[in-house]
């Protein structure tokens, strides 16, 4: 993970995440498993409600549960 998305995902963990359910200061997961993603510093809604303006984005990712 690159700088960049380190500090997104920082900033996105002070929120909850409607997509996968994890709780804030927990990190985002494949719903429906306990995979933490690998490509993705949080899904993209939880980048959105954390006010993160441009996140790199996978799109192996993001099109994925």
Same mark, same amino acid.
């Given at each position: 993970? $690159?700088?960049?998305?380190?500090?997104?995902? +920082?900033? !996105?963990?002070?929120?909850?995440? =409607?997509?996968?359910? =994890?709780? !804030?200061g927990e990190p985002c997961v494949r719903k429906g498993t306990d995979? &933490? /993603? @690998? $490509? /993705?510093?949080?899904? &993209?809604?939880?980048? *959105? +409600? @954390?006010? &993160?303006?441009?996140?790199? /984005? +996978? *799109?192996?990712?993001?099109?994925?549960?």
């Amino acid at each position: 993970m $690159n700088l960049e998305c380190a500090k997104d995902r +920082d900033r !996105a963990m002070t929120v909850p995440c =409607a997509y996968c359910l =994890a709780q !804030a200061g927990e990190p985002c997961v494949r719903k429906g498993t306990d995979e &933490v /993603l @690998a $490509n /993705l510093p949080a899904h &993209v809604s939880r980048l *959105s +409600d @954390a006010g &993160v303006v441009h996140a790199p /984005l +996978d *799109s192996r990712e993001y099109t994925r549960g």
